[in-house]
Nanobody
Framework: QVVLVESGGGLVQAGGSLRLSCAASGRTFSSYTVGWFRQAPGKGRAFVAAISWNGGSTYYGDSVKGRFAISRDNAKNTVYLQMNSLKPEDTALYYC????????????????WGQGTQVTVPS
């Protein structure tokens, strides 16, 4: 069982930065792939980024490549999403999720989900 709690969201002006955190409970968290997804108002949930259990592999959605960076500190049971050059279209509820499989963009392959943290970038 893994419990995930996101934090770090907020309101930031376009061009600004935020760092989201995903803190996990569970002794085996370091063996999980972790992904970030987001859901904008009126839209479906979309893949943002994912990182392998040891941080050796990372993947990004096309809309965030070059602007966002995912990392993890297994000693702290935490995964981070550094978001730079934020745009109004990045406004969404951001979720982290954990999977026992290799990194994937497929939401249904993630077994554990957090409650989300809101990021708002006014236009």
């Amino acid at each position: 069982q893994v419990v995930l709690v996101e934090s770090g969201g907020g309101l930031v002006q376009a061009g600004g930065s935020l760092r989201l955190s995903c803190a996990a409970s569970g002794r085996t968290f370091s063996s999980y792939t972790v992904g970030w997804f987001r859901q904008a108002p009126g839209k479906g949930r979309a893949f943002v980024a994912a990182i392998s259990w040891n941080g050796g592999s990372t993947y990004y959605g096309d809309s965030v490549k070059g602007r966002f960076a995912i990392s993890r500190d297994n000693a702290k049971n935490t995964v981070y999403l550094q978001m730079n050059s934020l745009k109004p279209e990045d406004t969404a509820l951001y979720y982290c999720a954990a999977s026992t499989l290799p990194p994937t963009t497929v939401m249904s392959l993630y077994s554990y989900w957090g409650q989300g943290t809101q990021v708002t970038v006014p236009s």
